[in-house]
């Protein structure tokens, strides 16, 4: 105050606005990440019907899923919707679903995206091969969903040794996460 008192206002007797802003002005930054350089203006994200290159990009406090699927996959078409359900019931701060395509054309990534309503960020077309050789994800089909902390290590994939358990089970065990 201005005679020098001190007065303490709780932040739920604060406009909802007010209250979002001191919340995010003591959020703590996300720890680095080896996906750090991968992010930023090398992801897009749907804007309407159309990719648009995301400005601003909230890192993960502790997961990335990495979702690798392309617009030609059948099975992929058929769990994507899971995929979406999932993401818009249990997005949090913990995590981000990255998609890495196997497209070989923009438009066919942005066409699948909007069809399927994705709400997630994707990688840009130009910059998946360079990832896919500096991260080495295990499995080889798609759809295949890989879970990682912050640092690559791999948590879960929709392959153990080899054999293809699909991208259910890693969805799955990223939810069991949560309740920890």
């Not at 008192?5 to 703590?28: M, S």
């Not at 890989?146 to 065990?173: A, C, E, F, H, R």
Request: proline share 6%; net charge positive.
């Amino acid at each position: 105050m201005m005679d020098g008192r001190t007065v303490k206002i709780g932040a739920i007797d604060l406009a909802d606005a007010d209250a979002k802003r001191l919340v995010d002005a003591y959020k703590k930054p996300a720890p680095p990440s080896v996906f750090d350089a991968w992010t930023g203006s090398n992801l897009l994200k749907l804007q309407g019907k159309n990719l648009k290159r995301l400005d601003t990009f909230e890192k993960p406090s502790k997961y990335y899923l990495f979702y690798y699927t392309a617009s030609w996959c059948g099975p992929c078409h058929r769990f994507t919707p899971t995929l979406v359900d999932f993401y818009n019931a249990n997005k949090n701060s913990e995590f981000e679903v990255i998609l890495i395509t196997s497209d070989s054309d923009e438009k066919d990534m942005e066409k699948y995206a909007a069809e399927m309503k994705m709400p997630w960020p994707q990688l840009k077309l130009s910059k998946t091969e360079r990832f896919k050789k500096e991260f080495h994800h295990p499995g080889t089909g798609i759809p295949n969903l890989v879970l990682t902390d912050l640092q690559g290590n791999l948590l879960k994939t929709s392959y153990v040794n080899g054999d293809y358990i699909g991208p259910t089970s890693v969805m799955n065990y990223l939810a069991t996460l949560f309740k920890k």
